[in-house]
C-alpha cells in the first residue's frame, strides 16, 4: 500500500517519546497481579516495565531491526473501517499485538525472546493509544502539519507525542501519580476492550478537533488546555490496559 509506505518515513518521531512510554509502563506495574510482577521481574532481569518500555525505538538505530518500523502504527482513511483500508504486507500495530498477545510462540522466536517481547508489548500498547499514531493515510500521522509550539518549530506529531507531555514538567513517576486515578468501572471497561477498539478510539480523536485550523501558526497554553486531559486518559488507558493484557499472560 502507497499510504502505509507514505507514513514508514514519519518514524523519527517516537509515539509519546521517552516520557509518555516510561509513563504508560509506571502505570502498567501498579495494576500488575503480584504472580505477573514476579515473573516480569524475572523476565526482564530486574528493569523496569518503565524502563523497558522504549526498547522498541532505542533498536530502531539498528538497520536489522528496520523491518519492525511500520509495527509502531497503523492507517485508518477518515472514511473507512480498518477492515476496509486492510493490513498492509509489512505489518502494523494492531497486526503486531495480536500476534504477541494470542501467539506464545510469537514471544519467543528468534530475534524475539521473552523479555523483548514484553518490551514490545509494553511499547506498541502505549503506540496504538497516540490517535496520531492511528494515521489518516495523508500526512504521516500528522508529521507534515507543521506548526510552532510555544516559540519553538515541531509538528502536530511531535507536539502529541512529546511536547504537550513536556509542558507539564513532571517526571514520568510524578506524571504517573497525577494521572493513575481511574474507577473501579473504568478499569473493567477499558480491560475489556480489544485492540480495534483501541485503534478506533484513537481514530476518534484524531478526527475529534486535535487537528489545528489550517492557518493556525502557532500552540500553546489554549491548545494544551483544551486537549492534555484525553493526552492523559489515553496514557492512563495504555497503562491499564497493558497490565491486563500481561497478568492474563503472566498470572498465576
Known amino acids: 500500500m502507497v499510504i502505509m509506505g507514505g507514513f514508514l518515513f514519519s518514524i523519527n518521531a517516537f509515539a509519546w517519546g521517552p516520557t509518555g512510554h516510561r509513563i504508560v509502563g509506571a502505570i502498567a506495574e501498579r495494576h500488575l497481579s503480584p504472580c ?29 531491526y528496520r523491518s519492525w518500523n511500520p509495527w509502531h502504527y497503523c492507517t485508518i482513511p477518515d472514511h473507512q473501517s480498518y477492515e476496509e483500508a486492510g493490513t498492509p504486507k509489512q505489518g502494523d500495530v494492531i497486526a503486531t499485538l495480536h500476534r504477541l498477545m494470542v501467539d506464545p510462540n510469537a514471544r519467543k522466536l528468534a530475534p524475539w525472546n521473552e523479555a523483548s517481547g514484553i518490551k514490545m508489548l509494553a511499547h506498541l500498547i502505549g503506540d496504538i493509544h497516540q490517535p496520531l499514531h492511528v494515521g489518516n493515510g495523508t500526512d504521516r500521522g500528522g508529521n507534515d502539519w507543521k506548526i510552532q ?43 475489556a476492550d480489544d485492540v480495534l477498539v483501541w485503534a478506533q478510539e484513537s481514530k476518534t480523536i484524531r478526527l475529534g478537533g486535535i487537528y489545528p485550523d489550517v492557518d493556525t501558526k502557532s500552540l500553546g497554553y489554549a491548545y494544551s488546555y483544551k486537549h492534555i486531559s484525553t493526552l492523559n486518559q489515553r496514557l492512563l488507558q495504555a497503562g491499564i490496559r497493558l497490565a491486563a493484557v500481561l497478568n492474563r499472560m503472566y498470572g498465576c
Not at 515473573?39 to 528493569?47: C, F, M, P, R, V
Not at 502529541?160 to 513532571?170: C, T
Open 36 to 64: 505477573a510482577k514476579e515473573k516480569i521481574h524475572d523476565l526482564l532481569q530486574g528493569e523496569s516495565l518503565a524502563m523497558a518500555s522504549t526498547w522498541m525505538d532505542n533498536i530502531k538505530s539498528d538497520p536489522s
Open 149 to 191: 509550539w510555544f516559540s519553538g518549530s515541531t509538528n502536530l506529531h511531535r507536539v502529541w507525542d512529546s511536547d504537550m507531555i513536556k509542558h507539564q514538567a513532571l517526571s514520568y513517576t510524578e506524571y504517573a501519580d497525577w494521572i493513575d486515578r481511574a474507577s473501579e468501572a473504568d478499569v473493567q471497561s477499558w480491560q
